[in-house]
């Protein structure tokens, strides 16, 4: 059996009717995925390791042989991907010889998968890139404990706080706050609170008018395709 009708087999969406073709659904369903639907309510209560392995044993009994990939990936196998993705960058730069440089590396953290990779593929390789990474769940303490069982996994002996920088973002009414705080040895030092009312979106797969012209103006420049799916909500 192919990992990909596998995979597709483990397929969890967490809503309370079916959306048809919404966001990535649409890909899902056109190569054939069968997909579970889970409410966010059980999906809160049970959590996703809990409902995955539920299934997994389902397909277990069914004479099935399923491999579960966890939410985003983020387990420690997942996060080779990210540092080979940090080689094919630094690859990149060297090629251009000085043309291209860069300092900082901004992503958005839902997982944590993708921030233990990049981080510990900029730290090790030549680019010593800053890895900043905006939470839109949970918080900081949260993805920096996730990003260590990661790291930890590869062995890589390094402290996930010394190589990414975590911020969280929330919501007071209709503001929206960044909370930004450093660490020293597990410890917060000072705390900042900034305005950042323009860092949120309408919400997963909702875009405004203006920013599907901003894609499509992107993709016509430059030939890279901007995910117009995930999105803070």
């Known amino acids: 059996m192919h990992l990909l009708t596998i995979f597709f087999s483990l397929l969890l969406a967490l809503i309370d009717n079916d959306p048809g073709l919404t966001g990535n659904l649409l890909v899902e369903r056109l190569v054939g ?43 420690s ?22 043309e291209t440089e860069f300092d900082d590396i901004v992503v958005v953290c839902g997982s944590g998968g993708t921030i233990a990779g990049l981080a510990i593929g900029s730290w090790l ?28 996994g590869i062995q890589a002996n390094v402290n996930s706080r010394d190589i990414v920088n ?27 609170i900034y305005d950042f009312s323009l860092a949120k979106g309408l919400g997963y797969a909702m875009n405004t008018s203006e ?17 117009p799916v995930y999105r803070y909500d």
């Open 33 to 75: 995925a069968h997909i579970d639907l889970v409410s966010k309510e059980e999906y809160s209560q049970v959590g996703s390791m809990a409902l995955t392995n539920i299934l997994k044993e389902k397909l277990i009994s069914e004479g099935r042989k399923p491999y579960v990939i966890l939410v985003g990936e983020s387990n």
């Open 77 to 98: 196998l997942g996060t080779w991907g990210y540092i080979e993705a940090i080689r094919e960058i630094e690859q990149q730069v060297q090629i251009r010889k000085g």
């Open 125 to 152: 390789s030549s680019l010593k890139a800053k890895v900043t990474a905006y939470c839109v769940c949970d918080d900081p303490r949260y993805f920096y404990d996730y990003a260590q069982d990661l790291l930890d």
């Open 166 to 192: 975590i911020v969280n973002i929330f919501t007071i009414g209709y503001m929206t706050f960044l909370w930004r705080s450093q660490f020293y040895h597990g410890r917060y030092l000072q705390s900042d």
């Open 211 to 227: 920013e599907l012209q901003f894609v499509k103006q992107v993709v016509e420049a430059t030939g890279v395709i901007l995910d």
